[in-house]
Structures are given as structure tokens and as C-alpha cells.
């Protein structure tokens, strides 16, 4: 067996990974039909048919002690493998299978749950975010156990079913199973690089605040003929508020809220001044006419070190068509806000709610409302398992990865750092372009078989790191 660290990959598996390529894909459609929509209640037998199917596939490639865990909500599928030699480290490799939903409908050129390859491309909802990124880490431990009958590592796969609506039932379950979950190093693959043959090592996530904001106006709707002008339209005071929450610099104006607020050192601002990403790069992927943001930083500060607050949707009165000539009992917007190291995730609601209610006119009543809340992530640049993880990048991509944060969350990465107090590797192989929740989500097919290939080195660089 040749788990040699720098030498290529070895011929066997190499032919293995020739000859698998069809298979894998054919696979991973199977797995893209079906419809796992974490957060709409009529999807719930697909998500657990989702789980069902990596349960059976896990098995099926040689992992042990697979189970469909039941931990309320949507299932955690777990298996493993623990027959490495004794110092070998053990890798707790976490995905989600659960999908986004998929409107706009008519958006999509080929129907989401009908995985279609077009060009390089495979087109599906979850190609990308994230069934095909897991994926290629249950393919590449199939490559090396039919090759080589063994693996140079431990591996211990965590796939949950509730990341994209917050990842309840995980952040619940994997403090009280420490034991069971222990690893020396947390593999992620749910996330993006910087271009197809530019790797990208990212060191921190945004966390997250998430609430609906609620005015009240009369007790009940009324004719704006014969109220009109003497009462408040909640709609109207809604957009005041809202258009009060930033100041014409970018920055969010609610008190307190940039108080925990880590600064950028000046070590940092030049190093991620090396990543290869602007305005108008930022522009040509976004659609937009102009780039908007924060005075006094760079597209990727905002994005990946800078906190937001986000208007996601407002509501209120009369949208039908036609018209109608209405004054709305209450409106509504769902706001939230991304966070960065060390804001108190749970202090960003009761602060919006104090300064809202603080600039509320006495003419409406205005409420917050918490829907979710997750801290920011950081991972320590100065392990060895990061050295691992770049050279494994490095040998498939032939290029060595560039390294920033990112402006996602993955809100159980905090929970993993804390209750099993080990690194992770956050390894993406999905693209900037590639429609995450939007229509048309896709992933570049060269990049999931490069996904396989750094899988399999990464196993082979942890037992030298
Ligand atoms: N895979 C993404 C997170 C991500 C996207 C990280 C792009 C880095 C770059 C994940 O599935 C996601 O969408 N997370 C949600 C979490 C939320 C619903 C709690 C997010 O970031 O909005
Ligand atoms: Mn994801
Ligand atoms: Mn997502």
C-alpha cells in the first residue's frame, strides 16, 4: 500500500478513479432526486429518504456502525471507520444533505430535482450545497477501501439534515456524544474556491442573528379614504425604521452593535489584500451595477470580516393585483444580520429591539423577534493539520491554496470547535458562481473529481503532519 506522502497517486487507485468517475455521478444524481427540503414540512419523508440513501450507501462502501440517528428534527446520519494503525489521527468529516428550497421555479433551465449535465456542469439543487461536496468524501474513502481494503486514517462521517435551518438537532446532540464524535481534526466540505484551479483554505465563517420585526398600526385594517392622513400606515413606519438602521457610510447604526467587533489587524488587511477578488469581479458575479458596502474596506473585508444587517423580506397590505386602497393593521420584515469574531450572537436581537423601540414614533408598536442565532467561526491558522490540508490542496490542484474568510455561516462549526475542541479543515471544492440557494445551482464537475483526489490526500498528509 502507498500512502507516500508526495508521490502521485498510486496507479491502482488511480484506474479506480478512471473507472469510477460514471458511477460516482450516476450516484450522486440518484442522491439529488430526491427532494430534501430541510425547511418545508412537505418534504419531510424526502429528507429522511435522503438520509436513508448516505446511510445505505455508507454501508455499502465498508463503513461500520452506520445509523440513522433520531435526535428530534431531521436525522444525523453517523458512520465510520476505525481500523487505522494506532497513532493514526482520527477525521470527523461533517456535511449536510438538506437542500434548500428551490424558488423561483421558473428560473431553472432544467428542473431541480432532474440532475442534468450540461458542459462541464451538473445542475441540481444540492449539487454544490452540499450532497455533491460530501459526497466526494464518501467516494473517496470507497476509492481507498476497494483498493487497498484499508484506510491510512480514522474516519468518522457526521451528515446532518438540518444545517440550512440552523442545525438544532446537531447542536443539541454532539455536546453529549463527545466520546462517540472524538477526532483530532474536523473536515468541512461546504464551501467555495476561489476559481477552478485556485484552492482556497478558509479560516473563518460569519455567524449569524436572525429575527422578524413586526409594527402595529390600528387594530384592524382600514379605508384609507376615510382614515388616510391622520393615522399612521404601519408600512410606511416600517421603511422609516428600516431605512434608519444604516447611515450613508455603510454602517449599521443600531448602538453597541460594532462594540465586540474584532478589529482587522494590519498583518491581516495585507494578507487577505492577496486574495484575487474585487469590485469588479464582485459585480460581474453578483449582477449588480455598482458595489455597495462599508466605507473604508475592501470587497473581501466586507464580505468575510465586516458584520452585516440584512432587510431578507418585507410584507404588509396589499400586494394582489389591481389595488386596493388599504391602510395595513401591521407590516413586517424579516431582518438578519452576519456576525464576526467576538460578537455575543444572542446579544444582537435585544440590541436592534432597544434601538428600534428607542426611534419608534408613538404612533405604532413595534416588536423583535429572535428567530435564530449562531456565533462566528475562527480556525487557528497554526496547526499542523492546516500544513496537511494545504499540501493535499496543493498536490491535486497544483497550485497552493489562498487563504480568507468567508461570509457564509455554518452554524454547528462553533459547537464541533467547543465540545470536541479540535480544528477544522474548511476544504470547498464548490465555485463563487455556483447559484448556491438560487436557481440553476450547479457544480463543475472537473472540481468534484479534484474533490475526490484531495479527500484521498488529505488521509494521506494527516499521518505525516
Ligand atoms: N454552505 C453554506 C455556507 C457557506 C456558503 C459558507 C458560502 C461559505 C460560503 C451553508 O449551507 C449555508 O447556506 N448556511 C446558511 C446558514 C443559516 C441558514 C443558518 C447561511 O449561511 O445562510
Ligand atoms: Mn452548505
Ligand atoms: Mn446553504
Known sequence: ????????????????????????????????????????SQHNEDVKRAADWLARKMTAIGLQNVEVIRAGGHPIVYGDWLHAAAAAPTVLIYGHYDVQPVDPLELWTSPPFEPSVRGEDLFARGASDDKGQLFAHVAAVEALLSTYGELPVNVKFLVEGEEEVGSRALTAYLPSETEKLAADVCLISDTHILAPDLPLIIYGLRGMWAGEITVRGPSQDLHSGMFGGAVHNPNQALCALLAQLHD??????????????????????TALAQVPYDEEKLIQESGVPAAWGEDGFTVTERIGARPTLEINGIWGGFIGDGFKTVIPAEAHAKVSCRLVPDQQSSAVGPLIEQFLLQIAPPTVEVTVNTLQHAPATVVPLDVPEIKSAARAYTRVFGAEPVFSR?????????????????????????????NLHAPNEKLHLPNFYRGIRVGIALMEELISS
Do not use: C
Open 406 to 434: 468567508e461570509g457564509g455561516s455554518i452554524p454547528i462549526a462553533t459547537v464541533v470547535q467547543e465540545a470536541l475542541g479540535i480544528p477544522i479543515l474548511f476544504m470547498g471544492f464548490g465555485l463563487p458562481d455556483d
Open 248 to 269: 450613508s457610510a455603510g454602517r449599521i447604526t443600531v448602538p453597541g452593535f460594532y462594540d465586540d467587533v474584532q478589529a482587522l489587524s494590519a498583518e491581516e488587511r
Open 1 to 40: 500500500m502507498n500512502h507516500s506522502a508526495t508521490a502521485a497517486f498510486d496507479l491502482k487507485l488511480d484506474a479506480f478513479l478512471q473507472n469510477a468517475q460514471p458511477r460516482q455521478l450516476a450516484e450522486l444524481s440518484e442522491w439529488l432526486r430526491i427532494p430534501s427540503v430541510s425547511t418545508q
